[in-house]
């Protein structure tokens, strides 16, 4: 990895962990407030929805040249949210701030996935940068999970919120030790390099059939991922697992992730991007669906294990084809980025809600049984319909 690549790197690595930290710490802090879970439950899906909100916007209106100062300001809200969730205890007031932290956290997101790729050096390899860039964020789920937790147990979840607050601060030095970088002048000319782009002449670009398969993708990786790490505490309780041991699945899980996506540019290029993330999900989904024929502890690590391998390396095929195939005079780095980040929301609202549908009617076993085929049909199909989608004309 080249020097200026890590420090692209350590920016969203801060940010991941903060917002990490807070998605940690929210459900025990509420309960500890009396809220009923139900009640917990909606206020947690504040967040993303807002997050949603904020993708399409953040990249219409993204440039180069201005996206630092952006990211700067997304960061500052974020980091006073944080700092305040401990004194938001009444449900108004805790709606409004995790609103915002959402809604800046989408903004913040969308634009550095775009400025990383504008701003990655000329001679850098693009397929081992993408890797890079979705390492870091498994990383930043791993260390502000662990660490938040940790501080609570000693400290407390006043303590813990106001650590989690620096991060955000932490994340606008990194910014601002970025060396400025001109965008690769390989490169077509982008339509986000025109101010004057109308926004409709922008959103045409999305009627495209890479661009969909791309969010497909997205999509049902996310699907896929928030069905089982919502109901897998559930599931490993059933079968006499404890707490720490369906913790230690999911660090690991969380874990492997991390570790297997920085290397995953070289299978790519082996491989194929496009073969791994056409294939990928429907392997993920076999180890899922074999969840309810184990009941140990480690046979249950194993196959959490090898999906994570899988995973690891379809979001980086994704994210390189989201980078290679879709041509810039077109759809914008920041309109592609909103998409995909998008895409990704959307998987993170709908998991756990059809998993807790399909599981009031299987049981919380059955579910990853049913619930990966399922997933897996409609990824197939959505896939093929990809390929009838004509691509809207510009002009």
């Not at 997050?51 to 399409?56: H, I, K, V």
């Not at 990211?71 to 944080?82: Q, Y």
């Not at 995953?264 to 294939?279: A, D, P, Q």
């Not at 309810?292 to 249950?300: A, D, K, R, T």
Request: net charge positive; with cysteine.
């Amino acid at each position: 990895m080249k020097a200026s690549t890590l420090k692209l790197c350590l920016p969203i690595t801060a940010m991941t962990a903060q917002q990490t930290a807070v998605s940690l710490l929210i459900p025990p802090f509420l309960d500890s407030h009396h809220y009923p879970v139900s009640a917990i439950g909606s206020l947690i899906s504040v967040a993303p929805i807002l997050a949603l909100t904020a993708r399409l916007p953040a990249g219409l209106t993204y440039r180069p040249n201005r996206a630092r100062g952006l990211m700067v300001a997304a960061l500052v809200v974020m980091s006073a949210c944080t700092f305040l969730y401990s004194y938001a205890v009444e449900p108004l007031q805790f709606a409004l701030v995790q609103a915002f932290n959402g809604f800046f956290f989408g903004a913040a997101s969308t634009t550095y996935l775009a400025f990383y790729v504008d701003h990655l050096a000329p001679d850098e390899d693009r397929h081992h940068a993408m890797g890079y860039y979705t390492g870091c964020l498994a990383i930043g789920y791993s260390m502000g999970g662990f660490t938040a937790g940790y501080i609570a147990d000693k400290f407390g979840y006043e303590t813990t919120f106001h650590s989690a607050a620096w991060l955000g601060l932490v994340c606008i030095v990194l910014l601002f030790l970025l060396t400025p970088q001109r965008v690769r002048h390989s490169e077509k000319p982008s339509v986000e390099k025109k101010s004057s782009v109308p926004v409709l002449k922008a959103l045409k670009g999305i009627v495209d059939p890479k661009v969909a398969s791309i969010v497909v993708v997205a999509l049902y990786l996310n699907l896929l991922h928030q069905m089982g790490n919502a109901f897998v505490p559930l599931y490993g309780l059933a079968i006499g697992l404890s707490l720490t041991q369906v913790g230690v699945i999911r660090a690991f899980y969380s874990l492997c992730n991390a570790v297997t996506r920085p290397f995953s540019g070289t299978l790519t290029k082996n491989i194929g991007y496009h073969t791994l993330s056409r294939f990928g999900l429907p392997l993920q989904s076999t180890f899922m669906i074999l969840v309810p024929f184990v009941e140990s502890f480690s046979p249950l690590m194993v196959l959490f294990l090898l999906a994570g391998f899988v995973r690891a390396i379809v979001i980086v095929a994704n994210s390189i084809s989201m980078v290679e195939d879709i041509d810039m005079t077109r759809v914008s780095r920041g309109v592609i980025s909103a998409l995909y980040n998008a895409a990704g929301d959307i998987g993170n609202i709908l998991g756990p809600s059809m998993g807790g549908l399909i599981a009031t009617f299987t049981g919380v076993a059955h579910l990853f049984f049913v619930g990966p085929l399922m997933i897996t049909a409609t990824f197939i199909l959505s896939l093929w319909a990809c390929r009838f989608i004509r691509p809207a004309r510009q002009g």
